[in-house]
């Protein structure tokens, strides 16, 4: 059971930004208005993700280490996801590969705390907390030290954990996000995005320019397209915005950010001509649409993604960036 679990949670968390993605995405499950991420050495040695959400009761905290064990499905459709995580898989993930501790408290309840070293829980422990979870992870692969020689620099990881907190950052626009680094005794705040207010659209607009900067809002096209069921709304970067490569490109399928080549394709192609071979195309662009038409979780740990009309998603983002970016004389 250990084994199958340290095999499992290979393929959950790859890296320290693997283990924050999991984790804050919980948080935006719970239900939390400001979610703060602290590391230390690229979250080799400490991430800690602490939110204002709903909370787990005490008796539940072995429950939500349990494999396949979520709050979030009935199983009755595990195409109709509706939250974030739906594979209950992330918490006991993260207690086979490192140190856990998870403290929590429900409003009007006392906090309680677990922990977890390479798969064995301790008991469930009264603990002081405000409401909300507090999840840490101390010490990552530190029993699989194949492993740990994978990963990169301090450095490299600890982009990989802020480039994370940036795109989710960039789907909850109402939610305050924080990021510290921990370093010689010392904490520095290294990322933040004020929870933003307002109707749902101007909130977004305020997000994109605090995360992506302001400049790339102003130079940027609103997009907004519908084609079979899908929905588009976003930015794309002009042409002649030469900024690209620093802004980089930033999809979102039904809340969630993404990286798949199709769909990165199909900006590319969207901007054939237009654009010379060295740049890219800067862009945030939210597709939205049925979540059965589309399969987030081809992979626990990439995010790719399957459209059941995979040429209309295509055609939506191709047809769509080209006609915005027309209207706009280019
Ligand atoms: P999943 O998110 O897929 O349900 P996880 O292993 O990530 O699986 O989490 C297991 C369960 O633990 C969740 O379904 C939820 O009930 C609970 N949980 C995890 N993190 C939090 C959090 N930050 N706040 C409240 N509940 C949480
Ligand atoms: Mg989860």
Redesign the pocket.
Known sequence: EAAINRIAAGEVVERPASAVK??V??AI?AGARRITVTIADGGKTLIRVADDGCGIAARDLPLALARHA?S?IDGSDLLDIHT????????PSLGAVGRLKITSRVAGAEAAEITVTGGRMSEVRPAALGPGTTVELRDLFFATPARLKFLRTDRAETQAVTDTIRRLAMTEPFITFVLKIQRDGDERETFRADAEQGELFEALSARLASVLGREFIQNAIPVEAERENLHMTGFAGLPTYSRGAAVAQHLFVNGRPVNDRMLTGALRAAYTDLLSRSRYPAAALFLNCDPHLVDVNVHPAKSEVRFRDPGAARGLIVSGLRHALAENGH
């Open positions: 999991e984790l995405e919980n499950d979520t979030k974030f995580g739906f594979r209950g898989e992330a918490l």
